[in-house]
């Protein structure tokens, strides 16, 4: 039976391409926040450090739900191969605003497959990225929230102090 259904793939190509464009976005995007967390580490940020190598965790788990919901969909997922992240940045700073650009453009893409979904009537993967849609509303809130406190705190060496006492502190209130 599994080769009958084999024969009539549940998702559209134009969505599999879609979708496995995405996996390989999550891909790049847990690598950056490692490079991310690792430039923090190294210059004692160590709390910037923590909440990059949590956004690295959290991308990886992003793209494996994409890969499982391919593969549940009996269609085939392509494990991406991940280039060269930014490794260099000029301060703490330019870092949240790497950070804030890349999830601009995540939304941007899961936003795309949410027009693709509606082109080719596919509710169930709609309905699948609506958890997405959420999830990137709550990572640009913090990204931005974590620049509002540059601008706020400043960036000199008593603001950057003050930053890494508040930057795992900084939650999505989704009431």
Known sequence: ?????RRHHVLKDEIVDVLNRQIKMEAHSSAAYLAMAAWCDVRGYDNSADF???????????????FHYLCDMECDAVSPTVGESQHDFGSLREVFEKALEHEIAVSDAIHEIVGECRKYNDIATEEFMRWFVQEQIEEEYVAR????????LGEDKIALGMFEERILEIKYDEG
């Open 52 to 66: 990059f190598f949590q956004q690295s965790d959290e991308e990886r788990k992003h793209q494996m739900k994409l």
């Open 1 to 5: 039976m599994k080769d009958i259904l």
């Open 145 to 152: 929230r974590a620049l509002e406190l540059f601008d706020v």
